[in-house]
Nanobody, 125 residues
Framework: QVQLVESGGGLVQAGGSLRLSCAAS????????MGWFRQAPGKEREFVAS????????YYSESVKGRFTISKDNAKNTVYLEMNSLKPEDTAVYYC??????????????????WGQGTQVTVSS
């Protein structure tokens, strides 16, 4: 199994920045793709970004492209999400996820088999 723990969420003003971290433990070598998702109240969980674990291929949703950057530190088994130019519509609980079954990233939450507990990001206007 893979355990994921997110951190770094908080309250920030519009236009500000935050960096989320996702620390992985357990059978981390089995992770093939790591993803970030978010879920706002009353909305479905949506894809934000992903990065291949062995490599560095990244994908972003159109809503965050150019503002968010996903990266990883293999030595620390940690994935990061650098969020800049934050907007009130970015407010959500952000989740880290691991896909141990495929090397090609999917934007579908069901494609990931391990999830963190989530971290709240609130952007005030």
């Amino acid at each position: 199994q893979v355990q994921l723990v997110e951190s770094g969420g908080g309250l920030v003003q519009a236009g500000g920045s935050l960096r989320l971290s996702c620390a992985a433990s357990g059978r981390t070598f089995s992770s093939r793709v790591m993803g970030w998702f978010r879920q706002a109240p009353g909305k479905e969980r949506e894809f934000v970004a992903s990065i291949s674990w062995p490599g560095r291929t990244t994908y972003y949703s159109e809503s965050v492209k150019g503002r968010f950057t996903i990266s990883k530190d293999n030595a620390k088994n940690t994935v990061y999400l650098e969020m800049n130019s934050l907007k009130p519509e970015d407010t959500a609980v952000y989740y880290c996820a691991s896909d141990t079954r495929r090397y090609i990233a999917t934007k579908i939450p069901g494609g990931y088999d391990y999830w963190g507990q989530g971290t709240q990001v609130t952007v005030s206007s």
